[in-house]
């Protein structure tokens, strides 16, 4: 360990920790002296560069994709402990925000918002490093416009990232990054330029020299050091959060000159490689900005464009990862071979759709597999979208015949080597079909309308159709868009947007949660929302819950008392109120305030609107009935009529997942879950729509569980014991540890001794639970639906609900029945018993579609309607009506009833 000035320790790279220095010793000479001790402690050699461009040429035939992927991990776990961490879906955890995953960061927000579950593992990370799946396409971060067009923009690729989470910072990260790219994968250093943060008045930020210094320390020229502004290199998570100067990496493809004006210039020779952020900041609400209190490096680098470095390429498109994938595509189309052509050098735009289709069926593929489908709404319309680009290119320019893009997801998977399941061919059949039937369309709307944007907004909005295919459709058919005119309409909408969003309530910022820490303020213990029990009649009992007020929050700040009408947050020292998570919906009630009464020696009462997590805190809205102050002594109630009926209806989804998984195959996946006091949600992965008798007998197998009043067992396991249970089905979440198990009929510690024990419906779950089945009472499916191709949404009641939605069902049964008899007697109805009748079945189909009932009955029940309806005004009828009358009044009203009744 070298004695540095200044430094706080220095160790090797072995030791875990390679650097950290005080904030007020961070002067250039001492920053360089730890940078020359550090490059010593690393053993950097400063290799000459034609040694280094040499090693490269050697390189590029022994670069792969996933060599170049491995060395990565292993050179942060191996040589500066990282934690390897795996990549997480495409589909967001919990983050409304976001339609994909679009960083390497998304999945440890939670740490950097500090709303990290403290029992979870992801409390603990430290170092981090793994390769992330990313999409984007929509949202703020969207390359879908720019891919085909150049040779280095995607919708999916992979981010290579490490983190820091208050360990190392600038000094540390840059010499890491440095090192691995010089040193490891020998990428010459004079072919490399860096960009650090050049200040912003305005924001009354300085320029980031600490980050300047760094670079010329380890060794980079001057001229390659280079400022730019808050576009280019200050990084923020969105409009408030975590936030901080950038540095990046560029790296210039053509070499033997100086590139520095063609850093951030959009020049195809020279990219940007590597991004290093620095968070030292948080956006606040008002736009200002507050120094975090823990500092932390978020790191990401493009697996595809670092590949292209080390393979010598100048395209993405050229490198391993694509070309298998633009050979199968030439080998199943009707085109020329890629040549890798752009631009007006493109003639007929060939090459842009080789890139287009490889491109989107990698974006397709890996999204299908984690559980987006393309859809209506949020990321399955983005993903539609995708699709019927792809299909576009492949079929109208490439000349691919139908299904020629599922064809090519087996190539995807190997390439990938990541597991990726291969999708039905349905989609790209079904849209090749309805693009013949859009164009048709499109034409005849525009030219009614004579408006191209009001068509093509309509196509995109309504119908996901991508702008920039409509905008080709109609440049083949020498006709534009207006762009102008689509721009206004999408503004328009978005007002609309805006304009009915809901608030969503209180959120504490970063500033409080560490001001809790700083104070020793404990996470609330909110197990006693479990303390509830069953009584011999079968009602539950809650007890009240005595807390202390530990800390108020109001107007984005910790306050030490609220007055009568005033809207905060409230954090106690414990409390029984279950906080939203999980599906479960937050609980209801109120407390007291002990020695505040009224006149008549009532209790004045409190009433809580809403419970939300924040850090391990349980934050409960409210607003105040009287002054309230930190150290106040209070008394918590829950509403106990909406705590059961959650219960209930909780346990009756896991009943209902375990019934599907049985009946349906072990295929069947959870996709979502949502459990109010009315009604409970639950969406699943399955191929089709179920039957009505796959209906009926899930409905008999929950029936069965509930009439047997198994006992509900919860029980606290350590998480790799809770992940040996035979049967667990857990859903794509970070999980506390230890991890509470909930078991119907058997103890987790049962099935954990004798794997060998009856299957039985088990699952990892934070939520409020019956103590009985019996409870559930009675259980009604009365909606099921494909929300997208291949993911289903169930709506199910219980008890009393549920027996009403019975008895409706027989209502309506008896009077389908009465209809039906009524219109067999008549054989030869007049025109007059003909509507009336029909009126009568049409108002009954409404009513059949309306009601709550059990959706099995209401598909018999629509059946049977459709078959009466059909039978009224058969082709035999109409005409022997006709035979039977001359008035051409008649005549008139008969012609439509038998054009329906041919239809």
């Known amino acids: 360990q070298p004695a540095v000035p200044g430094a706080d320790w220095l160790f090797s790279p072995s030791s875990a920790v390679i650097g950290r220095f005080?904030?007020?010793?961070?002067?250039?000479?001492?920053?360089?002296?730890?940078?020359?001790?550090?490059?010593?402690?690393?053993?950097?050699?400063?290799?000459?560069?034609?040694?280094?461009?040499?090693?490269?040429?050697?390189?590029?035939?022994?670069?792969t994709s996933q060599k170049v992927r491995r060395t990565f991990i292993?050179?942060?776990?191996?040589?500066?402990?990282?934690?390897?961490?795996?990549?997480?879906?495409?589909?967001?955890?919990?983050?409304?925000?976001?339609?994909?995953?679009?960083?390497?960061?998304?999945?440890?927000?939670?740490?950097?918002?500090?709303?990290?579950?403290?029992?979870?593992e992801m409390a603990s990370y430290q170092r981090v490093v793994n390769s992330q799946k990313c999409v984007r396409a929509g949202g703020k971060h969207n390359d879908l416009d720019d891919v085909g067009r150049d040779v280095y923009h995607h919708t999916f690729f992979e981010m290579l990232g490490n983190w820091s989470f208050g360990d190392y910072f600038k000094v540390e990260a840059c010499a890491m990054a440095w090192h691995l790219l010089t040193e490891v994968y020998e990428i010459p250093a004079e072919?490399?330029?860096?960009?650090?943060?050049?200040?912003?008045?305005?924001?009354g930020l300085p320029a980031d020299e600490e980050t300047r210094h760094i670079w010329l320390s380890l060794g980079l020229r001057p001229d390659h050091v280079l400022p730019f502004g808050m576009k280019d290199n200050f990084w923020e998570m969105g409009e408030t959060g975590p936030c901080g100067p950038c540095t990046e990496i560029h790296y210039d493809h053509v070499g033997t000159r100086n590139a520095a004006a063609l850093v951030n210039a959009d020049s195809p020779d020279v990219v940007e490689i590597w991004n290093l952020v620095f968070m030292q900041y948080n956006r606040e609400g008002d736009g200002g900005l507050r120094a975090l209190p823990q500092c932390s490096v978020d790191t990401g680098m493009g697996l595809e464009r670092l590949l292209t470095v080390l393979q010598g390429k100048r395209s993405n498109y050229d490198t391993d990862l694509f070309t298998p994938l633009l050979s199968a595509i030439h080998q199943c189309?009707?085109?020329?071979?890629?040549?890798?052509?752009?631009?007006?050098?493109?003639?007929?735009?060939?090459?842009?759709?080789?890139?287009?289709?490889?491109?989107?069926?990698?974006?397709?593929?890996?999204?299908?597999?984690?559980?987006?489908?393309?859809?209506?709404?949020?990321?399955?319309?983005?993903?539609?979208?995708?699709?019927?680009?792809?299909?576009?290119?492949?079929?109208?320019?490439?000349?691919?015949?139908?299904?020629?893009?599922?064809?090519?997801?087996?190539?995807?998977?190997?390439?990938?080597?990541?597991?990726v399941s291969v999708p039905q061919s349905s989609h790209p059949v079904q849209f090749t079909v309805a693009t013949r039937w859009l164009l048709a369309i499109c034409f005849k709307l525009y030219c009614w309308s004579r408006s191209t944007a009001a068509v093509a907004w309509s196509l995109h909005r309504n119908l996901g159709f991508p702008l920039d295919l409509i905008d080709l459709m109609l440049e083949e058919r020498n006709m534009a868009v207006d762009k102008h005119g689509v721009e206004q309409l999408a503004a328009e909408q978005e007002q609309v947007s805006e304009g009915g969003a809901e608030e969503r309530g209180l959120h504490m910022d970063l500033q409080s949660l560490a001001e809790l820490q700083s104070r020793g303020v404990p996470?609330?213990?909110?197990?006693?929302?479990?303390?509830?029990?069953?009584?011999?009649?079968?009602?539950y009992v809650f007890s009240p819950c005595r807390a202390s007020v530990l800390a108020l929050y109001c107007n984005q700040s910790l306050v030490s008392e609220v007055s009568e009408g005033q809207r905060c947050g409230m954090v106690l020292d414990q409390t029984c109120f279950y906080a939203e998570q999980g599906g479960q919906m937050h609980d209801q009630g109120y407390f007291t305030k002990d020695g505040l009464q009224t006149y008549v020696f009532q209790d004045v009462l409190f009433p809580v609107e809403c419970v939300r997590l924040a850090g391990g805190y349980v934050v409960h809205e409210i607003t105040a009935a009287e002054t309230l102050r930190t150290g106040d002594q209070i008394q918590l109630h829950v509403d106990e009529t909406q705590r059961l009926a959650c219960m209930?209806?909780?346990?009756?989804?896991?009943?209902?997942?375990?019934?599907?998984?049985?009946?349906?195959?072990?295929?069947?996946?959870?996709?979502?879950?949502?459990?109010?006091?009315?009604?409970?949600?639950?969406?699943?992965?399955?191929?089709?729509?179920?039957?009505?008798?796959?209906?009926?007998?899930?409905?008999?197998?929950?029936?069965?569980?509930?009439?047997?009043?198994?006992?509900?067992?919860?029980?606290?396991?350590?998480?790799?014991?809770?992940?040996?249970?035979?049967?667990?089905?857990?859903?794509?979440?970070?999980?506390?540890?230890?991890?509470?198990?909930?078991?119907?009929?058997?103890?987790?510690?049962?099935?954990?001794?004798?794997?060998?024990?009856?299957?039985?419906?088990?699952?990892?779950?934070?939520?409020?639970?019956?103590?009985?089945?019996?409870?559930?009472?009675?259980?009604?499916?009365v909606s099921e639906r494909q929300m997208v191709k291949g993911i289903s949404r169930i709506i199910a009641v219980t008890g009393e609900d549920a027996k009403q939605a019975r008895e409706a069902g027989q209502v309506l049964l008896q009077e389908v029945e009465a209809l039906t008899a009524r219109i067999a007697t008549d054989h030869t109805p007049s025109l007059a018993t003909a509507q009336r009748l029909s009126k009568e079945v049409g108002l009954l189909t409404d009513a059949v579609e309306s009601t709550p009932i059990p959706q099995w009955q209401r598909r018999d029940l629509q059946t049977r309607l459709k078959a009466l309806q059909r039978s009224m005004w058969t082709p035999c009828h109409l005409l022997v009506h006709w035979t039977r009358t001359c008035h051409i009044s008649e005549y008139v009203l008969m012609v439509p009833l038998y054009i329906k009744c041919l239809v």
């Open 22 to 63: 005080s904030p007020s010793s961070r002067s250039p000479a001492n920053m360089a002296a730890c940078v020359r001790a550090l490059r010593g402690c690393a053993r950097l050699p400063v290799s000459a560069s034609s040694r280094r461009c040499s090693a490269l040429s050697r390189a590029r035939g022994q670069y």
């Open 74 to 120: 292993e050179f942060f776990t191996e040589q500066h402990r990282h934690r390897a961490v795996p990549s997480a879906p495409v589909r967001p955890r919990g983050d409304p925000s976001l339609l994909f995953v679009n960083a390497g960061m998304n999945q440890f927000k939670p740490i950097l918002l500090g709303c990290a579950d403290p029992r979870s």
């Open 191 to 203: 072919r490399l330029y860096v960009s650090y943060f050049s200040g912003d008045a305005a924001s």
């Open 333 to 419: 189309s009707r085109a020329p071979a890629y040549s890798g052509r752009t631009e007006q050098t493109d003639a007929g735009r060939v090459d842009m759709a080789y890139r287009v289709v490889a491109d989107h069926v990698r974006t397709l593929s890996v999204c299908i597999a984690d559980g987006v489908y393309p859809g209506m709404t949020g990321a399955e319309l983005v993903l539609r979208r995708i699709l019927r680009r792809a299909v576009r290119f492949s079929t109208e320019v490439l000349h691919a015949p139908e299904g020629a893009l599922a064809s090519l997801v087996p190539t995807v998977a190997h390439i990938l080597v990541s597991g």
């Open 523 to 539: 996470h609330t213990n909110d197990s006693p929302k479990y303390s509830y029990s069953l009584q011999h009649n079968g009602t």
């Open 648 to 781: 209930v209806k909780h346990t009756a989804t896991h009943v209902l997942n375990f019934a599907l998984r049985e009946l349906l195959g072990s295929g069947v996946v959870q996709r979502g879950s949502h459990v109010t006091a009315d009604r409970l949600r639950f969406d699943f992965s399955y191929k089709a729509s179920l039957n009505v008798s796959q209906l009926q007998e899930v409905e008999r197998m929950v029936q069965d569980i509930i009439h047997q009043n198994d006992v509900v067992h919860m029980q606290e396991v350590p998480l790799a014991r809770a992940n040996q249970i035979a049967g667990l089905r857990t859903v794509d979440e970070v999980y506390p540890d230890p991890v509470r198990v909930v078991s119907v009929g058997v103890a987790a510690s049962e099935l954990l001794s004798n794997q060998k024990h009856k299957h039985t419906s088990v699952e990892l779950c934070c939520g409020t639970h019956l103590l009985q089945t019996g409870g559930i009472g009675d259980f009604v499916i």
